[in-house]
T-cell receptor
Framework: GEDVEQSLFLSVREGDSSVINCTYT??????LYWYKQEPGAGLQLLTY?????DMKQDQRLTVLLNKKDKHLSLRIADTQTGDSAIYFC???????????FGKGTMLLVSP | DTAVSQTPKYLVTQMGNDKSIKCEQN?????MYWYKQDSKKFLKIMFS???????INETVPNRFSPKSPDKAHLNLHINSLELGDSAVYFC??????????????FGPGTRLTVL
């Protein structure tokens, strides 16, 4: 079945850039997503990219997609303490468009 | 104006009991989901309903029974609770568009603790 892998933990200092990486196995993935989960809350969609795009920029967020290597990354510029959260990579490809989530990367931003 | 709401937020109960978690969405979406998030934060799909019909049923014990009285509600009933059922359960909803774009809106979660 489909598999989505992420590193589990990333620690950065405030003001630095953060890069969270994700790899997936399903070559028929059509959309790839980044969700953010703050402590004690549900997941919230941050951004997404369609599979025919290489890059998408949205304010401090940059998503890069390497479809050949099945590699997705999320770059957060000027990381703030409020960015501390768990970030989930996800993809859709099936007929019912279910989301397959990675295990999540915990981002810790220190002052 | 909450989009996806769940009740209760916390549920503490004894092993062997039966409990229900309720979910409601006011977004007009056709599809609703239940996810289980374990203590390591791993998120797994349990069920998905589209217009009140079950479309996804992952390998979940039959002690778990979802019920969708209408497309705005998806409740989860759990019989004979076990220690391993302790987790955070998330409800979500989406309006699945053509081309498989699927932005899901999540509820705040229900933390279930089985003693």
């Amino acid at each position: 079945g489909e598999d989505v892998e992420q590193s589990l933990f990333l620690s950065v200092r405030e003001g630095d850039s953060s890069v969270i990486n994700c790899t997936y196995t399903d070559s028929s993935s059509t959309y790839l997503y980044w969700y953010k989960q703050e402590p004690g809350a549900g997941l919230q969609l941050l951004t997404y990219i369609f599979s025919n795009m290489d890059m998408k920029q949205d304010q401090r967020l940059t998503v890069l997609l390497n479809k050949k290597d099945k590699h997705l990354s999320l770059r957060i510029a000027d990381t703030q303490t409020g960015d501390s959260a768990i970030y989930f990579c996800a993809e859709t490809s099936s007929g019912y468009s279910t989301l397959t989530f990675g295990k999540g990367t915990m981002l810790l931003v220190s002052p | 104006d909450t989009a996806v709401s769940q009740t209760p937020k916390y549920l503490v109960t004894q092993m062997g009991n039966d409990k229900s978690i309720k979910c409601e969405q006011n977004l007009g979406h056709d599809t609703m989901y239940w996810y289980k998030q374990d203590s390591k934060k791993f998120l797994k799909i349990m069920f998905s309903y589209n217009n009140k019909e079950l479309i996804i049923n992952e390998t979940v014990p039959n002690r778990f029974s979802p019920k969708s009285p209408d497309k705005a509600h998806l409740n989860l009933h759990i019989n004979s609770l076990e220690l391993g059922d302790s987790a955070v359960y998330f409800c979500a909803s989406s309006q699945v568009a053509s081309g498989f774009y699927n932005e899901q809106f999540f509820g705040p979660g229900t933390r279930l603790t089985v003693l």
